[in-house]
């Protein structure tokens, strides 16, 4: 008996293990190293889990430069593993997509909360039982309830100005002799658990040091 359980135990830290070694190298497929500077800005990025042993997270992160200036996700996808790796495919896909079609940033966030939605729907697809019927508006309000994404969208403009739009995330800082936050606003709820407000204007977060 003792015999079978470690042989057990074995199989299943085995498993485990490649299943970490599948996301893990999903995830650095889906997240690329930033830049070291972008259309004059330096970037910097490191990623570091608040969880214990989980090495393979929901974090996302993108840098891209835009006509519309340099626009910037920050985000947590709810959760640890393949499925948060999925979610963080479709938010990251969508921003990279988004960041250069959108005049607007109301228009981004737009984009990648649409493409939340898809995600959501097609998880719940998948994990439907063979012949059941499509999951009712209650489930599929319960699953979005769930399986939220912390967000902000940053767009850097040619003249430093930053504007932001927040979803449920910690507000970004300003380093200098201090440390204080680009924005003083409450942040939206994050996104998935509520609809969208029709009117979405970024906050204005004032020009980047040695802007000129």
Request: glycine residues 12%.
């Amino acid at each position: 008996m003792v015999y079978l359980l470690i042989r057990v135990r074995r199989r299943a830290a085995r498993e485990l293990g490649e299943v970490r070694a599948v996301a893990r190298a999903a995830q650095e497929t889906l997240i690329r190293p930033l830049p070291p500077r972008l259309d004059g800005l330096a970037l910097a990025a490191r990623q570091i889990s608040a969880s214990r042993g989980a090495e393979v997270g929901g974090d996302l992160y993108e840098a891209v430069a835009t006509a519309h200036g340099v626009r910037v996700v920050i985000g947590d996808v709810r959760g640890h593993g393949l499925p948060a790796i999925g979610m963080v495919a479709a938010v990251l896909g969508s921003f990279r997509e988004a960041a250069y079609d959108e005049v607007g940033l109301d228009g981004v966030l737009r984009r990648l909360d649409r493409a939340h939605q898809r995600q959501l729907r097609d998880q719940l697809g998948r994990g439907a039982a063979p012949g059941r019927a499509d999951p009712g508006a209650a489930e599929q309000e319960c699953l979005s309830a769930e399986e939220f994404v912390t967000l902000l969208l940053l767009e850097i403009g040619a003249d430093a100005e930053v504007r932001a739009l927040n979803c449920g995330h910690p507000w970004p800082y300003r380093l200098g002799r201090g440390a204080a936050r680009l924005a003083a606003g409450e942040p939206l709820p994050p996104l998935g658990t509520v609809p969208l407000p029709a009117s979405l204007p970024p906050y204005r977060c004032g020009r980047l040091a040695g802007s000129g």
